[in-house]
Nanobody
Framework: QVQLVESGGGLVLAGGSLRLSCAAS????????MGWFRQAPGKEREFVAT????????YYADTVNGRFTISRDNAKNTGYLQMNSLKPEDTAVYYC???????????????WGQGTQVTVSS
């Protein structure tokens, strides 16, 4: 069992930056790929980014590619999502998740955090 806790959300002006963290506990985090997803009110949960356990493979949604950067520090059992040039349409609850491999579908992920709210105001 892996427990995930997100932090770092908040309110930011358009064009600003935030860095989300995902702290893992329980079983070791390192064999698992990590993903970030988001869900806005009235919308389905959508893929944002994913990173392999080694950190060598990273994939992004087209909507965030070039603005967001996913990373991880396995020694600290922590993953990160650096979000730059934020837009109002990035407003959502952001979730981190763990899976055996890098996937884009949320259905492939075994463990989830509780989410952290990101609000981007114009």
């Amino acid at each position: 069992q892996v427990q995930l806790v997100e932090s770092g959300g908040g309110l930011v002006l358009a064009g600003g930056s935030l860095r989300l963290s995902c702290a893992a506990s329980g079983r070791t985090f390192s064999p698992y790929a990590m993903g970030w997803f988001r869900q806005a009110p009235g919308k389905e949960r959508e893929f944002v980014a994913t990173i392999s356990w080694s950190g060598n493979s990273k994939y992004y949604a087209d909507t965030v590619n070039g603005r967001f950067t996913i990373s991880r520090d396995n020694a600290k059992n922590t993953g990160y999502l650096q979000m730059n040039s934020l837009k109002p349409e990035d407003t959502a609850v952001y979730y981190c998740a763990a899976a055996r491999y890098v996937y884009r579908s949320p259905h492939e992920y075994d463990y989830w955090g509780q989410g952290t709210q990101v609000t981007v105001s114009s």
